[in-house]
């Protein structure tokens, strides 16, 4: 089976601009989750989608949005872009169900703000 | 605010030694304390996980040891190998249909030395 896919892999924009991130759970997989991971704050938790409707959110700014389809895939959005968003931005898939909690991510995507 | 605190930062171990990560939490709504293990440009890669109705879970070399009353819960890598450098996580997340958001500490890099 295949893993959680995300694209792009590497993404460089400048500060204003904004970005579209995509992600591909694993297949039955119907939680996606998106975590930014940086080297001061580490891994923090940004937004969980579940049968296309938010479930869960995290401390950020309203910038940061997302969003899911039908078919599991979601995409994660960031506006005005600043300096310090500039992260590794990872998705996780869950089952959902008994097995809850059991995330599995995918490689990631660096982006970087100049 | 950190809601898991992780330590060691970093640690170094001989090949064969035991490497011991230890967490600790705060919120007792959390009931799910998995372990992730990432290696550089790799998304995090769940090891093993313990729920707080037992004190340990092994799972090969990797043992959960989970201390309710304390709040505390810890990562044991018995004979340690070189392959095994890399960087871990303890997360914890709570029970409830409101999804499976993850609460991470903030990471050991671990270097085992031949």
């Known amino acids: 089976k295949a893993g959680v896919t995300q694209t792009p892999r590497y993404l460089i924009k400048t500060r204003g601009q904004q970005v579209t991130l995509s992600c591909s759970p694993i297949s039955g997989h119907r939680s996606v989750s998106w975590y930014q991971q940086t080297p001061g704050q580490g891994l923090q938790f940004l937004f969980e989608?579940?049968?296309?409707?938010?479930?869960n959110k995290g401390n950020f700014p309203g910038r940061f949005s997302g969003r899911q389809f039908s078919n599991s895939r979601s995409e994660m959005n960031v506006s005005t872009l600043e300096l310090g968003d500039s992260a590794l931005y990872l998705c996780a898939s869950t089952l959902a169900g008994p097995s809850r909690g059991e995330q599995f991510f995918g490689p990631g995507t660096r982006l970087t703000v100049l | 605010q950190q809601q898991v605190k992780q330590s060691p930062q970093s640690l170094i171990v001989q090949k064969g030694g035991i490497s011991i990560i230890n967490c600790a939490y705060e919120?007792?709504?959390?009931?799910?304390f998995p372990w992730y293990q990432q290696f550089p440009g790799k998304g995090p890669a769940l090891l093993i996980a313990?729920?707080?109705?037992?004190s340990e879970k092994k799972e090969g070399r990797f043992t959960i040891s989970f201390n309710k009353s304390a709040k505390q819960f810890s990562l044991h890598i018995m004979d340690s190998q070189p392959g095994d450098s890399a960087t871990y996580f303890c997360a914890a997340s709570m029970v409830g249909n409101s999804g499976y958001a993850l609460n991470f500490g903030k990471g050991t890099s671990l270097l085992v030395t031949p």
């Open positions: 989608y579940f049968s296309e409707t938010q479930r």
């Open positions: 919120n007792t709504a959390f009931d799910y």
């Open positions: 313990i729920r707080p109705d037992v």
